[in-house]
């Protein structure tokens, strides 16, 4: 039996494999791939590039693309439609919305794409910083995750596992966690109307969903660490609280929110709760300094990687 794959997801620089990338593939195997613009020219192309990726690491590499709609969609005109953001879906019918991300899915999984990072199940608040704004269904957390809940369905029942964002809530943070960290003095009473939509959708559907932390400092849970390196606020609030049981893979250790070495964000990161860690900017200098700080996968996260692919294939 292999090795299991390295508890990473990693981003590729540009729309073709380089040799030193295959080489980095092949010798330190990565979980699997992110897909950006830069990775992007046509059909064809990513198709290829695709390929190139999975005859290294396997057909069971997922390759995942953050594909919501409005300001965040990697796939574009005018080889792809241009898709309306997560706000113009609020009080859409559900079966609208499911037929709308379904669609969505099909279109990625043709072209080998099996994981889509969506959808946003933060709140659309008036303290929040525009980096959420229109990539969020709504300020009310129960259309939230009724929006939420229709679209996951639509993705899984077009192959493709949903990626819910940002655990436990990014819609109260007033900066831009690309930038800087952002840290929110909410009470635990008000910061449970955020964590609602990613209850709902963890009770209705389970080990089917991967979910995507917040590099997001709350006070009232953790006053030390961002959610993506607290081990209270992925083992104690995502775990038992919420009660995710699905794939749990942390937000873009590249971006401003977090301090320090690259590994260290890492390890940190694994060790507070995550399955996986995810480095999106493809230089494969840090690449190759992540995958050898990074563990293989262990059992339990082999285990909700797995429930995750059985729900994406045997969705009603």
């Known amino acids: 039996m292999a090795a299991p794959p390295r508890a990473a997801i990693i981003g590729l620089s540009g729309p073709v494999l380089l040799a030193e990338e295959a080489a980095l593939l092949e010798q330190a195997r990565p979980l699997g791939v992110i897909l950006f613009a830069r990775n992007i020219r046509d059909p064809g192309q990513l198709q290829g590039l695709i390929a190139s990726v999975r005859a290294i690491l396997g057909e069971e590499a997922p390759v995942l693309i953050d594909q919501e709609g409005g300001r965040v969609a990697r796939l574009r005109p005018p080889h792809w439609p241009a898709l309306p953001a997560a706000a113009a879906f609020a009080g859409a019918p559900a079966e609208a919305i499911s037929a709308h991300a379904a669609g969505l899915g099909r279109e990625c999984r043709a072209l080998g794409i099996d994981v889509v990072c969506a959808p946003v199940l933060d709140l659309r608040l008036p303290e929040g910083h525009e980096v959420i704004g229109d990539r969020a269904f709504s ?8 929006c939420g809940e229709a679209w996951a369905r639509g993705l899984i029942a077009a192959g493709v596992v949903p990626v819910m964002k940002h655990i436990p809530g990014h819609g109260r ?6 930038q800087e960290l ?131 294939c045997h969705a009603a």
């Open 182 to 312: 952002p840290r929110v003095a909410a009470d635990r009473t008000a910061l449970a109307a955020d964590h609602a939509p990613f209850r709902a959708l963890s009770a209705a559907l389970g080990a089917r969903l991967w979910a995507m932390t917040a590099h997001v400092l709350y006070e009232a849970l953790d006053p030390g660490l961002p959610a993506t390196l607290s081990p209270a606020i992925l083992q104690g609030l995502i775990r038992r609280e919420i009660g995710f049981p699905g794939f749990l893979i942390s937000d873009d250790l590249a971006m401003g929110a977090l301090s320090g070495p690259l590994p260290e964000r890492a390890e940190a990161a694994l060790a507070a709760g995550c399955d996986a860690v995810l480095h999106g900017p493809g230089d494969a200098g840090a690449n190759r300094a992540l995958l050898a700080a990074v563990p293989p996968l262990g059992e339990a996260a082999l285990e909700r990687l797995a429930g995750s692919r059985g729900g994406a």
């Open 139 to 146: 300020a009310d957390p129960a259309e939230v995750a009724r």
């Open 173 to 178: 943070a007033a900066a831009d966690s690309h």
